[in-house]
């Protein structure tokens, strides 16, 4: 699978370079602040949009925005330490906290 990087590249292979790490910050920055591709697309379509010139219109955009929404969302599992899970049996907190003062 390719990175949201390789994807600019291939898709915008004339981008600037600092428009490109200003891009490739904010998918990285907030990748999990995306809920959606339409998160995505508002973030930095319409920048993409300039990039490309008329090589591209709203769809061809979107659809960069969708592999690269994808893209993100097959690399989040490995970043979500914290997700709830529900336990098969209750925890008693004070059971597991009795030996820390105890060294």
């Known amino acids: 699978m390719a990175t949201c990087a390789e994807i ?13 790490d200003y891009v490739t910050g904010v998918l990285h920055s907030g990748s999990s602040d995306f809920e959606s591709v339409d998160d995505l697309v508002e973030a930095v379509g ?16 979107r659809a960069v925005c969708q592999r690269m929404y994808n893209t993100l969302r097959l690399a989040e599992p490995q970043s979500q330490g914290n997700s709830q899970v529900l336990l098969d ?3 008693q907190l004070s ?3 009795e030996n820390y003062g105890r060294r």
């Open 46 to 61: 319409e920048l993409l949009q300039e990039v490309s010139g008329d090589s591209k219109d709203d769809a061809g955009i």
């Open 8 to 20: 600019l590249r291939s898709e915008f292979p004339e981008i600037d370079g600092q428009v490109f």
């Open 95 to 97: 059971k597991i906290t």
């Open 89 to 91: 049996a209750p925890i």
